[in-house]
């Protein structure tokens, strides 16, 4: 069972700290992603963006930035999607749905964030927006912190995760010197990763810098239609399946640890796409903080509760394992420009599964998993990707 969505094309800037406005990086990703598909303009049915903002850039109607990319674009339906770090695909289910529903054949999303142009003081304040705020207690962690819990929490639980940790680091750096378009090329020991020192400063204890994402700028775009158009395109991969599972806000109604809202929405994405997970042949993941993905290894069932590490010692997320996570170097190393990663994480696996992916590439890929994450599993999107069959 499909969506009856397919992506015929994809965009991707560069991230990292750039001197691109927000206006130029969604122009930018917007035209490569016309330029890939080949797509006429004039036949976009209409445009969604997906920006968090939080004060971050003074661009507060960003979503009509999108109109000039082309002349053709004007007077077509526009609007912004804001779901915390997972807005990027919040924009993708909008389209989608637009599709599904009958008023569009043909969207085309947007996801942008400008980050850099604020210092790392203000960038936090504005991060911590998306955490509860009528909680005295939780609206005072910053979401360094707020993940410092869940480890701290996960030690007493299962025991350290420290090591497993400081090994997700250096597996996600090492994949980002295969990507291009990463925000950080630079190779990381297992040494400097599990030890404090002023070079790895503890930011949020136990989380150690090298446990953290990395402040970007950046910008990707995909062209969504019909399934029955799709096969009109040079290059197309179907949406499998697309899950959405929203849990509550505040963390004190819900087991942080249980990560029950990513699990469910991984359990509807295979049931949906009628796959298991050793069908898939790569994920990227949402390693905003390196004991998130070390919990979506167990929320996806790679491993047990408590036991996520095992992904790591058998071999199995690396590259070249039964099953490759992030990569592109994740968060932790292509960056996290907010509003972007949800659509990054689908334009990058387009080009996985249409045998453009450079050296990142899985041979022979057909079926890939995604998981995009807004706030502390409270925004849980899922989506199965498939290869086109010739």
């Known amino acids: 069972?499909?969506?009856?969505?397919?992506?015929?094309?994809?965009?991707?800037?560069?991230?990292?700290?750039?001197?691109?406005?927000?206006?130029?990086?969604?122009?930018?990703?917007?035209?490569?992603?016309?330029?890939?598909?080949?797509?006429?303009?004039?036949?976009?049915?209409?445009?969604?963006?997906?920006?968090?903002?939080?004060?971050?850039?003074?661009?507060?109607?960003?979503?009509?930035?999108?109109?000039?990319?082309?002349?053709?674009?004007?007077f077509k339906p526009g609007m912004r999607a804001e779901n915390a770090c997972a807005s990027g695909s919040a924009a993708i289910h909008a389209g989608m749905n637009m599709i599904r529903a009958g008023q569009a054949r043909t969207v085309l999303v947007v996801g942008a964030e400008k980050m850099t142009s604020r210092n790392t003081k203000e960038v936090t304040q504005a991060l911590a927006g998306a955490g509860y705020?009528?909680?005295?207690?939780?609206?005072?962690l910053s979401f360094p912190q707020v993940f410092g819990v869940a480890a701290r929490d996960y030690d007493a639980r299962y025991g350290s995760p420290l090591d497993a940790m400081a090994k997700i680091a250096v597996k996600n750096h090492a994949n980002a010197m295969s990507n291009p378009l990463a925000h950080m090329h630079k190779e990381f020991t297992f040494e400097h990763c599990s030890t404090v020192s002023e070079m790895n400063p503890e930011i949020a204890p136990p989380l150690r810098l090298t446990d953290c994402s990395l402040v970007t700028d950046g910008a990707a775009a995909l062209i969504l239609t019909t399934d029955e158009n799709a096969a009109t395109f040079p290059k197309s991969v179907a949406m499998r399946a697309a899950e959405h599972v929203n849990?509550?806000?505040?963390?004190?109604?819900?087991?942080?640890?249980?990560f029950e809202g990513p699990e469910r929405a991984f359990a509807q994405a295979f049931k949906r796409a009628n796959v298991t997970l050793e069908d898939i042949d790569f994920a990227e993941v949402h390693d905003c903080f390196t004991i998130?993905?070390?919990?979506?290894y167990e929320a996806m069932g790679l491993a047990p509760k408590g036991q996520g590490a095992r992904a790591l010692e058998d071999g199995t997320v690396y590259r070249g394992g039964a099953l490759p996570v992030n990569l592109s170097g994740g968060l932790k190393a292509k960056g996290h420009p907010v509003g972007a990663t949800g659509v990054s994480m689908h334009a990058l696996a387009f080009r996985q599964l249409t045998n453009?992916?450079?050296?990142?590439?899985?041979?022979?890929?057909?079926?890939?998993?995604?998981?995009?994450?807004?706030?502390?599993?409270?925004?849980?999107?899922v989506s199965v990707l498939e290869a086109r069959k010739v």
Request: charged content about 20%; overall charge negative.
């Open 247 to 258: 849990d509550f806000l505040p963390m004190s109604r819900r087991d942080f640890l249980a």
């Open 356 to 381: 453009q992916a450079g050296e990142l590439q899985v041979p022979g890929a057909e079926l890939g998993l995604l998981f995009n994450m807004g706030g502390s599993a409270v925004a849980n999107y």
């Open 1 to 74: 069972m499909t969506t009856g969505v397919s992506i015929v094309g994809s965009g991707h800037t560069q991230f990292g700290r750039l001197q691109e406005n927000l206006e130029e990086l969604i122009v930018a990703a917007t035209r490569e992603a016309v330029e890939e598909s080949g797509i006429d303009p004039n036949d976009i049915d209409a445009v969604f963006l997906g920006h968090f903002n939080s004060g971050m850039v003074t661009d507060g109607f960003a979503s009509s930035l999108i109109h000039q990319a082309y002349p053709q674009l004007r």
């Open 133 to 140: 705020q009528n909680d005295p207690a939780e609206a005072s």
């Open 292 to 296: 998130a993905e070390l919990l979506t």
